[in-house]
């Protein structure tokens, strides 16, 4: 029927034009019936132009048949049907289309790009179909959504960014969405604090939210408010709660009001049991040992009389009271460093009070018997501070012997960096001041150590490594050759970016 319809519409006799139409349209009809979209395809056009005037219909029935051709064939899958799909895509007429057939055949057309991996094409398809006027609600969105991710595949994280705000289909609401809108803007480097902000109001996930509300902290200009602001949720997790106020403390660190910020840490539930909270506790027992050091040290016995003698030995003995309560303190900490130097405070100062004691003037006027109670009552009273002395001296030569410390503090430094680094350093040329001779060259060479230095790559070499994932979105080997020089850069997220993008791939694979 279709080729007899054909040849009485193509027919050089005479006859009734209206007759020929209709065979026209009939035979156009049979071949829908027959779902042969390659004759249908090739005979509308050749009608439209027997046809002037209904040539826009029948060129509309061959537009729309490469359309259902291309799909057709690219539904096969492999990589042949694919580029068959896209050759035939190409004989679709543009000029002619009417607006609905354009934003037909660029929706097609961006989808074969995107798998035959024609990104530039893609990107050309998903703007020619935004402008279109009759794209529906559901087709924008679409179109959008893959704009956005295209552009994110050329790491234009600006475009990805403004694109994803304008979604607002289900699956760009609520928290999936402000986690993408904060990623893009990091990426960016835009002010993700905004959709952070969001996330955190919408998310249930406690995990995520302590996460994010740490990453606010350290982005903040002012940490401690941004603390604050997130404690309820930052308080779900002390150890990331207290290395938090361990590095507030430490930028601060010897400003007036750093001591109140590890006090305020320490009060915290949960902080003082963590590796953090331990640091802060040292900071803290340090300061009290060098306050009382200065103290006890400047102190000095006067024998001028009997009554400035006592007033002086009380005081004395009151300090070297006071060292015993921090001794104390530091041996409960379990802390190295602050039992080391606290008890070598007090086994000195113990020799020097006995040795100070046993070198008092005699008061004049006093009988030889008088002379010798005195002597006796010093001695009684300076002979437990030798003992002591030599109990604490012997301790401390212990604590010295202990080789894992000094091996822990030079994996510390070794970790550490910026201002926490700076307290551990303080805290070695602490132990150096007090250190036995074969021992204080190897802290004072700990505390000169230099902290490990990033070797940043040039921006030429930078961006060559950029173009070259811009180029080839889908390389691995481009991809994990921009990975190591975004780590020496230390730009943390894009490092995640880039590793996600990259278990990405593998799974596709």
Known sequence: AADALKAVALSKEAGSGDVKEQAAELTLDALVLLKDDTRLEMWSSELAQAFPKNASEFRGIARKSILTQSAATASKGDKASLEAAWTTLARFDLPTATPEDKAAYYKNKLILAEKTERYGDARDA????????????????????????LAELVLDFDTALQTTQKLTGPEFTGEKKWLKLA???????????????????DSKDEDKN???????????????????????????????????????????????????IAKKALAQAGVVGTPAGKVLSRALLLDE?????????????????????????????????????????????????????TLDLLAKQNDRFYQEVLALPVPAGLTDEEQGQYLQLLSEQAAPHQTRAADVTKKVGEFWGQSTAMAAMDKDLDALGGAVRT??????????????????????????????????????????????VRENPTSRDRIEALLTL?????????????????ATLKGAQ
């Open 486 to 502: 975004e780590k020496q850069m230390g730009r943390q997220t894009m490092v995640a970016y880039l590793e996600n993008r990259l």
């Open 126 to 149: 998903v703007e020619n179909m935004l402008r279109s006027s009759t794209l529906s609600a559901e087709d924008q969105q679409y179109a959008l959504s893959r704009k956005a991710w």
């Open 210 to 260: 302590v996460a994010i509300a740490a990453q606010l902290v350290r982005d903040s200009k002012e940490p401690l408010k941004e603390i604050e602001k997130s404690k309820a949720i930052l308080a779900k997790r002390p150890a990331i709660l207290a290395d938090l106020y361990l590095n507030a403390y430490a930028a601060a660190n010897g400003k007036p009001g750093s001591l109140d």
């Open 183 to 201: 990623m893009y803007a990091e990426l960016a480097n835009k002010d993700a604090k905004p959709f952070y902000g969001q996330f955190l109001r």
């Open 289 to 341: 040992y060098a306050k009382l050091k200065t103290k006890i040290t400047a102190h000095q016995l006067d024998g001028a009389n009997q009554k400035k003698m006592a007033q002086t030995l009380k005081a004395r003995v009151a300090l070297v009271e006071d060292t015993e309560k921090l001794v104390t303190k530091a041996v409960e900490s379990a802390d190295w460093t602050a039992q080391l130097v």
């Open 423 to 468: 307290i551990l350093v303080k805290e070695v040329q602490t132990l150096a001041e007090v250190a036995p001779d074969a021992k204080k060259a190897e802290l004072l060479a700990l505390a000169a150590k230099k902290e490990n230095t990033k070797v940043l790559p040039e921006l030429a070499t930078l961006e060559t490594a950029r173009k070259g």
